[in-house]
């Protein structure tokens, strides 16, 4: 049985079993404790709803915030601390928002960010770190296109936001190019995984077919860089 179809019985699984409402705020207060996030200064969060108090305490707490615009296709946004006022501000953290007060992010930039940490939803995550995405992949990408452009550093971390009951102790499939996480983030509190030595996360590119190369913008100049 092929790891797609794996992963697509898991998803079902976990739909079937419990509804995704984070209890945001709490799951936000628990980050804010975390050691990682009170030092970094550049973090990056997916602009989807349970994240969505997680984006507004980054600002709030002076951070620089990268969010990816819709599908990739125009890249990554940058919201800076203190240039928004606060009633704007649950706007300016959502895909609509961040076209007003967000500054879009030439590629030639990326390699400036320097990104300590990475946050993203999840319908399950195991007990190595392994995710489990919503299969359109978006994530495990954007983490690979960041780290071939340099945004990644020695320090920069991983971390997935869940409720509880979506962290198991069985394995979850997974294919070569999902990311695999450094820590866990729930309304109870956060697990670390050890820090896997593997290489940082990388294109694929006989997996992508040409035409979705073609509609993300940091990943069609990044081909056509690299056959230069």
């Known amino acids: 049985m092929s790891v797609q179809i794996l992963k697509e019985e898991r998803r079902e699984l976990v739909r079937l079993q419990s509804a995704f409402s984070l209890p945001k705020g709490k799951i936000a207060e628990v980050l804010r404790r975390d050691e990682v996030y009170r030092k970094a200064e550049v973090v990056f969060a997916v602009p989807s709803e349970p994240l969505d108090q997680i984006r507004i305490n980054t600002l709030l707490d002076g951070k620089d915030l990268i969010m990816p615009g819709p599908g990739l296709k125009q890249g990554f ?28 992010l030439d590629v030639s930039l990326l390699s400036t960010l320097q990104l300590d940490l ?51 102790e069985d394995a979850l499939p997974h294919a070569p190019w ?35 190369i073609r509609k993300i913008d940091p990943l069609w100049k990044l081909k056509v860089r690299n056959e230069k």
Do not use: N
């Open 118 to 168: 990475m946050l993203t939803g999840a319908v399950a995550i195991d007990r190595d770190g392994m995710r489990l995405g919503d299969g359109l992949g978006f994530f495990d990408l954007t983490c690979a296109i960041l780290a071939a452009y340099g945004a990644f550093t020695d320090r920069t971390r991983i971390y997935g936001v869940v409720e509880g009951s979506q962290f198991t």
């Open 178 to 212: 999902d990311v695999r996480m450094d820590g866990v983030i729930t309304g109870d509190g956060a697990r670390y995984f050890e820090k896997s030595a593997a290489k940082p996360p990388e294109i694929f590119w006989d997996e992508l077919p040409e035409r979705r």
């Open 77 to 104: 946004f940058i919201c800076r601390p203190h240039s928004i006022p606060f009633r704007d501000m649950a706007f300016a953290v959502s895909f609509r928002g961040m076209q007003k007060f967000a500054e879009r």
